[in-house]
Nanobody
């Protein structure tokens, strides 16, 4: 089993940037797809971005395309989510997860972190 720890969340003004990190311990992370999801208060968890095991392929939700970038450094067992031009509607708890393959569906992911809060103020 892989343990995932997210970091990098915080309070930022609209238009600002944050970089989230997802650090993994355990076997199999570098050979697995990883996804970022988020959950706002009162809403369902939603897909944000995913990346293949090699980093060669990525996919994004339409709502973040062009503003967020997912990347990974397998030597450091870490996946990143660079978030630019943040909007108030990006406010949520952000989770990373290890998956069996790239997917926009949360049930395709097996191991989840505890999440990191991102709050965007106007």
């Amino acid at each position: 089993q892989v343990q995932l720890v997210e970091s990098g969340g915080g309070l930022v003004q609209a238009g600002g940037s944050l970089r989230l990190s997802c650090a993994a311990s355990g076997r199999g992370f570098s050979s697995s797809a990883v996804g970022w999801f988020r959950q706002a208060p009162g809403k369902d968890r939603e897909f944000v971005a995913t990346i293949s095991w090699s980093g060669a392929a990525t996919d994004y939700a339409d709502s973040v395309k062009g503003r967020f970038t997912i990347s990974r450094d397998n030597a450091k067992n870490t996946v990143y989510l660079q978030m630019n031009s943040l909007k108030r509607e990006d406010t949520a708890v952000y989770y990373c997860a290890k998956g069996r393959g790239m997917s926009t569906t949360s049930r395709r992911y097996d191991d989840w972190g505890q999440g990191t809060q991102v709050t965007v103020s106007s």
